[in-house]
């Protein structure tokens, strides 16, 4: 992510927290707003699988089914669009609890069934440790 690249901040919706765990890059809120043009709303999930079961997958909202073994790190307000949620599977946030996440985009086509694949992009995670005191 380029340093001067604005970032849309994700709601804090996790018990407790008062900070932002993920955010949009200006790429990913340009793609994203295009992208529920198409498809009407969105969402994220990350899973915690292999190859590119380990990169954020959008999907039309209520596509990807969630229950108890995923958690809400945030609801994005995306411009011109309506809430976009984030998901993570619970096993995979309990390896990334102390990571704060950016979505991001690059050129090329992931193998996955991420709605953005046919514009010849796709999405991937930028992190940072978290700055926790102690």
């Not at 999907?59 to 609801?75: K, N, Q, S, W």
């Not at 090329?108 to 005191?133: C, D, M, N, Q, T």
């Amino acid at each position: 992510m380029a340093p001067s690249e604005s970032v849309l901040e994700a709601a804090a919706v996790l018990p407790g927290e008062d900070f932002s765990r993920v955010a949009l890059t200006g790429s990913a809120v340009r793609l994203l707003q295009k992208l529920w043009a198409g498809h009407g709303p969105l969402m994220f999930h990350q899973s915690g699988g292999c190859c590119d079961g380990s990169s954020p997958m959008c999907y039309p909202a209520g596509e990807f089914i969630t229950a108890e073994a995923d958690v809400l790190l945030g609801v994005f307000d995306l411009p011109g669009c309506g809430p976009l949620e984030f998901w993570m599977s619970r096993g995979q946030f309990a390896y990334w609890k102390h990571t704060r996440l950016t979505v991001d985009v690059v050129a090329g086509r992931g193998s996955g069934f991420s709605v953005e694949a046919p514009e010849g992009k796709r999405f991937l995670i930028r992190s940072e440790l978290l700055g926790f005191p102690g």
